[in-house]
């Protein structure tokens, strides 16, 4: 006799929404929290270990984990910011800079001198 009862037809693949995103980020950043706390018992410093995280946050970012993609970091400063420093002689953020263009941020990490300095 026939099985009648209908097969489950699997979900079609669709692009992740912005929560899911947002979501695999922040479970990707509780993982690597926990890696490093992990390892308190090594003989590994307070210190060197917050740096471990540093590094693996934006090694994430940059796009060398497994779970997301790379993330832009497109700056975004409040609309007034640029009038309101020129007024006072400071310098400001540029709105739409895409400051991960073309940069690997947990390579210029450990590494500050790596960052050029323009003029």
Same mark, same amino acid.
């Given at each position: 006799?026939?099985?009648? @009862?209908?097969?489950?037809?699997?979900?079609?693949?669709?692009? +992740?929404?912005?929560?899911?995103?947002?979501?695999?980020? &922040?479970?990707?950043?509780?993982? !690597? %929290?926990? +890696?490093?706390?992990d390892i308190? *018992? *090594?003989?590994? @410093?307070?210190?060197?270990?917050?740096?471990? !995280?540093?590094?693996? &946050?934006?090694?994430?970012?940059?796009? @060398?984990?497994?779970? %997301? =993609?790379?993330?832009? !970091? %497109?700056?975004?400063?409040? =609309?007034?910011?640029?009038?309101?420093?020129?007024?006072?002689?400071?310098?400001?953020?540029?709105?739409?800079?895409?400051? @991960?263009?073309?940069?690997? !941020?947990?390579?210029?990490?450990?590494?500050?001198?790596? &960052?050029?300095?323009? =003029?």
């Open positions: 006799m026939a099985n009648k @009862t209908p097969k489950r037809v699997p979900p079609a693949p669709r692009a +992740y929404t912005q929560k899911e995103v947002c979501k695999k980020l &922040i479970d990707q950043i509780h993982v !690597l %929290v926990n +890696y490093w706390e308190a *018992s *090594s003989d590994l @410093t307070l210190r060197k270990r917050l740096h471990g !995280l540093a590094f693996s &946050i934006l090694s994430t970012l940059d796009g @060398t984990s497994l779970e %997301v =993609p790379m993330f832009d !970091l %497109v700056l975004q400063p409040h =609309p007034d910011d640029k009038e309101y420093c020129r007024g006072e002689g400071k310098n400001w953020f540029e709105p739409g800079m895409n400051i @991960t263009k073309d940069v690997m !941020l947990h390579e210029m990490y450990h590494r500050p001198e790596n &960052i050029m300095e323009e =003029p």
